[in-house]
């Protein structure tokens, strides 16, 4: 349904304000401190007549939900956002993270991305259901949630298990995608259909102790360190799917970076380095050790000592077969234990869906040349607790990237982490045509 522009302008104004105050409640995790944010949306939606259920699941640890209802002619879609946030260094900041500032029409703040700005986009959407009295076809839920930097055992899978029949939906809009990004030929926007599953593993090794000035062949510092290169030198043999080749191929890439024989040659050869990256995560179970601990004094050879690493799992394997590849690659060399320390499974939504081809037909009554392309989240979002029940979802905050790619991405997580108004009304225009579409429609 189209608004005026008049009304655009005054959302845009509204969405500002709320933005802005959004970002000055700190929410870092730890320790979250969610309940805050989840006050301050209950207080908008409620002024609008909205009924809201706000959750701690410990204290402190707030969601919230709210649902518009349908005719029951249409299926339910949720719109999905966390309220925490990484922590920020202040000091490397050019204005406060938790400021809010407005300077030349860029609003700055620890969240304008990841993802407080499509919280608020998302509230602005049920604000204008209700406000414009759409007769909706089905169910549109929005639940803002607690805990997603730290894994969501807090707010998104503490719901899915405890308050499902509140957040239950037929298909999700979560963050993780939607960078418009501007190449040769149009816009290509990016929509998360799928993400690896996680496998961190706390590798423990032993050794005989002594005393530093007599050293020996049994030191357990020295076989982690072993293990660290072995780690870390390690390529998982590729293996391809349709979201990878479908990424590849929208970017203009060489499909030979699919062929092991090749693959190094053509990622060396890709200037954005960071998308080389991504590629290369994007076909290879991954190892990256992170974490060591071990020793307490300088003239001590300690017993013991261990190290973590990050495994993330591809579409297609189990989460434990990271660590049946680990065991391989270090079989005969090293002996250590293992404990697990977290663990997901990998997801997938599938492209054929009718909110999918809806999210792909507004890019291009935006553009014509635009185009639509899905891509795997190598990290993690809360969605896989959506796909584990069957619930197609997708990682789609519409955004236009102004300026390099990699400058945008070091934003989210890293410092002057900022905004711009007319992005932010972009993100609620698209995300408004795309709701009113999938849920005014008859199927």
């Not at 719109?79 to 030349?104: C, M, N, Q, R, T």
């Not at 390690?234 to 990424?247: A, L, M, Q, R, T």
């Not at 939504?349 to 014509?368: A, G, M, Q, W």
Request: aromatic share 10%.
């Amino acid at each position: 349904m189209q608004l005026s522009d008049k009304k655009w302008e005054d959302v845009k104004d509204e969405a500002t304000q709320l933005l802005r105050e959004y970002i000055k409640i700190n929410t870092t995790n730890p320790p979250g401190n969610e309940i805050e944010g989840a006050k301050f949306l209950k207080h908008v939606l409620e002024k609008e007549g909205l009924e809201c259920n706000v959750f701690e699941s410990e204290k402190g640890r707030g969601s919230i939900i709210t649902r518009l209802k349908g005719t029951g002619e249409a299926p339910s879609l949720l719109l999905l956002s966390h309220i925490d946030v990484v922590p920020a260094d202040e000091d490397k900041w050019e204005y406060p993270p938790f400021s809010g500032e407005l300077i030349d029409n860029i609003i700055w703040g620890r969240g304008a991305l990841d993802c407080k700005s499509l919280g608020i986009a998302e509230l602005m959407v049920m604000l204008l259901l209700k406000r414009e009295r759409i007769k909706l076809k089905g169910d549109v839920v929005m639940a803002a949630t607690a805990d997603e930097e730290a894994g969501g055992v807090f707010g998104a899978e503490w719901i899915a298990k405890e308050k499902f029949p509140l957040i239950k939906t037929d298909y999700v809009i979560n963050e993780g995608g939607g960078d418009g990004i501007l190449t040769d030929k149009g816009y290509v926007f990016l929509c998360q259909t799928a993400e690896k599953g996680i496998y961190w593993m706390r590798l423990k090794f032993k050794g005989r102790p002594g005393h530093g000035s007599m050293p020996h062949e049994d030191n357990c510092i020295a076989k982690m360190a072993k293990a660290i290169n072995i780690i870390s030198s390690y390529s998982s043999p590729i293996k391809v799917n349709d979201v990878v080749e479908k990424f590849v191929e929208g970017f203009g890439i060489d499909k030979k970076v699919f062929d092991p024989n090749l693959s190094k040659q053509i990622l060396k050869s890709i200037e954005d380095k960071k998308m080389a990256y991504w590629i290369n995560a994007m076909m290879r179970n991954t190892f990256s050790p992170n974490v060591v601990k071990g020793g307490k004094k300088t003239n001590v050879i300690p017993s013991e000592c261990y190290l973590e690493v990050d495994s993330r799992v591809l579409p297609g394997y189990e989460p434990e077969y990271a660590l049946e590849e680990l065991r391989k690659l270090l079989k005969d060399i090293i002996e250590f234990d293992v404990e697990i320390i977290q663990e997901s499974i990998p997801s997938q939504s599938p492209l054929d869906t009718p909110l999918y081809k809806i999210i792909e037909k507004n890019i291009k009554d935006f553009s014509s040349n635009a185009n639509l392309i899905p891509f795997m989240q190598v990290g993690g979002t809360d969605s896989r607790f959506f796909r584990e029940k069957g619930i197609p979802s997708y990682g789609f905050g519409p955004l236009l990237i102004d300026g390099p790619y990699g400058e945008f991405l070091a934003m989210v997580h890293g410092h002057n982490e900022k905004i711009s108004i007319d992005n932010l009304l972009f993100m609620i225009k698209t995300l408004w045509n795309v709701v009113t579409d999938f849920s005014t429609m008859l199927f």
